[in-house]
């Protein structure tokens, strides 16, 4: 038997245990794991270079960009010489690259040809609720829903994915999730795919070279984690750098890991970019810390290390994600740190709301109550800027999000002084470690409907669709 042979087979061996006993298979399982990491680090570890999400192509019809995007099952090479079955847009893994910019009219046919229902949320897209893709717009297996409308926020980068009710985690990790970029006009590295580089990452779990998706009670609860490193679908990969500046748009994917992301050797960057804009100061971070949704830009200067390699990891795990090959020689590209935005700050609050978490009979709450889709739970007025606290009383991580705009984020338990550097921009999602308590600014400018809700939820993805998710109109 050959080393594979035999570490597949005690991986099935490995897998019956787990369902055979939940407890005892964790255990089991957790110690399985290592040796089965090492195996596939000696055969994988920077060995593949980075997938750069393919950019969309788009068509006019009048006005509109249109593009055309295919939810597909697939099969994606994650390991050497091994097929693993997947969901993927227009892709074997993931979704292509959206790009628009402010003042696009922009139409996204998603075509559904999954044996399943599914929808396509455009996460951080400030859009009509009837276009949000949420909940409410499911996607009957071949049909095809349309996203249309025209852009009008400022560059950032955002995503989409599905957010159909129960449904969203195991669909997410399967690998429905792409990147939808909002165009800057500053002067930052923007080629796409040689100094600007979307990076999705995502912890996933394998069996038998097959992704496996099967949390027990306790991660449904926890949420699921663990697993391989993967950036863009690829386990470990490198990246090939060839200038010296280098833009990342950094994107938690996860269904509920936390990264807290950086270099070996504490290597500095430039923070420029939040969730959902671009940051009026910028700042040198050598960490940052991102739960499920979270995105953060950042620019790595590159000077002085040609020649040499960059590791990204995950302090919190320890886990390495990617490795940066330096070029010997390296490109001039612009990088002017200075003035990148003016963000709009939302006036004196006129309303409070709270949110807070809870659980209750096995099921996750906001404010004691499970997402229910036929219950608004808030009703917002246009143009009223209102203040929003949220509170983790639990002794679980959860993150905040909210459809429809961005919000500011004023405190975090008590002092703004808390407010993290990628959190100092208009945002969408905001961490809570058990404990603590934000304070944020909304205003709603656009899209009153009194019948068609937004939703806000922990985008923990195991506990959204566990219940702890709720709707609001805008009137
Ligand atoms: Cu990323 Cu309600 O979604
Ligand atoms: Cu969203
Ligand atoms: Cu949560």
Request: net charge neutral; hydrophobic share 40%; charged share 25%.
């Given at each position: 038997m050959t080393r594979r042979n035999f570490l597949q087979t005690g991986v099935i061996a490995a897998a019956a245990l787990v369902d055979a006993n939940a407890f005892w298979g964790e255990r089991f399982r957790g110690f399985f794991e290592k040796s089965y990491r090492d195996y596939q680090k000696e055969l994988l570890l920077y060995n593949r270079e980075l997938p750069i999400p393919a950019l969309a192509k788009y068509r006019y019809e009048e006005e509109y960009k249109v593009f055309d995007m295919h939810i597909q099952e697939s099969l994606h090479p994650f390991f050497e010489g091994e097929l693993t079955r997947t969901y993927g847009i227009n892709s074997s893994y993931l979704g292509e690259t959206i790009v628009m910019k402010k003042g696009d009219k922009i139409k996204i046919n998603y075509s559904n040809h999954l044996k399943e229902p599914t929808t396509m949320h455009g996460h951080g897209m400030h859009v009509p609720a009837k276009m949000d893709g949420g909940v409410h717009q499911v996607i009957v297996p071949f049909a095809t829903w349309s996203a249309v409308y025209e852009v009008k926020q400022e560059a950032a980068t955002n995503w989409y994915h599905p957010h159909l009710m129960g449904e969203t985690a195991r669909q997410v990790y399967q690998g429905l999730a792409g990147v939808i970029i909002i165009e800057d006009?500053?002067?930052?590295?923007?080629?796409y795919g040689v100094d600007d580089i979307p990076l999705i990452i995502q912890e996933r779990r394998f069996i038998n070279n097959q992704i496996d998706y099967s949390p027990s009670r306790m991660e449904l609860m926890r949420g699921y984690r663990g697993g391989e490193m993967v950036v863009n679908g690829a386990i470990a990969p490198k990246f090939q750098a060839t200038t010296r500046f280098l833009r990342l748009r950094l994107l938690n994917g996860s269904n509920a890991s936390i990264f807290k992301l950086g270099f070996l050797n504490q290597k500095s960057f430039y923070l420029i970019g939040g969730d959902n804009s671009l940051l009026p100061n910028v700042s040198r971070l050598s960490s940052i810390l991102l739960s499920p949704a979270e995105r953060a830009e950042i620019v790595v200067d590159l000077q002085g290390l040609e020649g040499s390699s960059l590791y990204l990891f995950d302090k919190l795990s320890g886990k390495e994600v990617m490795k940066i090959e330096v070029a010997s020689t390296l490109k001039k590209n612009i990088f002017d740190p200075n003035h990148l935005i003016w963000l709009e700050e939302v006036p004196e609050p006129v309303k409070r709301r709270k949110f807070v978490f809870g659980m209750r009979r096995m099921r996750f709450t906001i404010n004691g109550k499970s997402m229910d889709r036929n219950r608004i739970d808030e009703y917002i007025k246009l143009n009223e800027p209102e203040e929003w606290i949220v509170e983790n009383p639990m002794r679980m991580a959860h993150n905040f999000h909210m459809h429809a705009t961005h919000f500011r984020v004023i405190e975090r338990n008590g002092s703004s002084a808390n407010v993290r550097a990628w959190e100092?921009?208009?945002?969408?999602t905001v961490f809570l470690a058990p404990g603590d308590r934000v304070k944020l600014r909304v205003v709603m400018r656009d899209f009153a409907s009194a019948t068609d809700p937004y939703m806000y939820h922990c985008h923990f993805l195991e506990h959204e669709d566990n219940g702890m998710m709720g709707q609001f109109v805008v009137i």
């Amino acid at each position: 038997m050959t080393r594979r042979n035999f570490l597949q087979t005690g991986v099935i061996a490995a897998a019956a245990l787990v369902d055979a006993n939940a407890f005892w298979g964790e255990r089991f399982r957790g110690f399985f794991e290592k040796s089965y990491r090492d195996y596939q680090k000696e055969l994988l570890l920077y060995n593949r270079e980075l997938p750069i999400p393919a950019l969309a192509k788009y068509r006019y019809e009048e006005e509109y960009k249109v593009f055309d995007m295919h939810i597909q099952e697939s099969l994606h090479p994650f390991f050497e010489g091994e097929l693993t079955r997947t969901y993927g847009i227009n892709s074997s893994y993931l979704g292509e690259t959206i790009v628009m910019k402010k003042g696009d009219k922009i139409k996204i046919n998603y075509s559904n040809h999954l044996k399943e229902p599914t929808t396509m949320h455009g996460h951080g897209m400030h859009v009509p609720a009837k276009m949000d893709g949420g909940v409410h717009q499911v996607i009957v297996p071949f049909a095809t829903w349309s996203a249309v409308y025209e852009v009008k926020q400022e560059a950032a980068t955002n995503w989409y994915h599905p957010h159909l009710m129960g449904e969203t985690a195991r669909q997410v990790y399967q690998g429905l999730a792409g990147v939808i970029i909002i165009e800057d006009e500053q002067n930052l590295p923007k080629e796409y795919g040689v100094d600007d580089i979307p990076l999705i990452i995502q912890e996933r779990r394998f069996i038998n070279n097959q992704i496996d998706y099967s949390p027990s009670r306790m991660e449904l609860m926890r949420g699921y984690r663990g697993g391989e490193m993967v950036v863009n679908g690829a386990i470990a990969p490198k990246f090939q750098a060839t200038t010296r500046f280098l833009r990342l748009r950094l994107l938690n994917g996860s269904n509920a890991s936390i990264f807290k992301l950086g270099f070996l050797n504490q290597k500095s960057f430039y923070l420029i970019g939040g969730d959902n804009s671009l940051l009026p100061n910028v700042s040198r971070l050598s960490s940052i810390l991102l739960s499920p949704a979270e995105r953060a830009e950042i620019v790595v200067d590159l000077q002085g290390l040609e020649g040499s390699s960059l590791y990204l990891f995950d302090k919190l795990s320890g886990k390495e994600v990617m490795k940066i090959e330096v070029a010997s020689t390296l490109k001039k590209n612009i990088f002017d740190p200075n003035h990148l935005i003016w963000l709009e700050e939302v006036p004196e609050p006129v309303k409070r709301r709270k949110f807070v978490f809870g659980m209750r009979r096995m099921r996750f709450t906001i404010n004691g109550k499970s997402m229910d889709r036929n219950r608004i739970d808030e009703y917002i007025k246009l143009n009223e800027p209102e203040e929003w606290i949220v509170e983790n009383p639990m002794r679980m991580a959860h993150n905040f999000h909210m459809h429809a705009t961005h919000f500011r984020v004023i405190e975090r338990n008590g002092s703004s002084a808390n407010v993290r550097a990628w959190e100092r921009g208009y945002k969408d999602t905001v961490f809570l470690a058990p404990g603590d308590r934000v304070k944020l600014r909304v205003v709603m400018r656009d899209f009153a409907s009194a019948t068609d809700p937004y939703m806000y939820h922990c985008h923990f993805l195991e506990h959204e669709d566990n219940g702890m998710m709720g709707q609001f109109v805008v009137i």
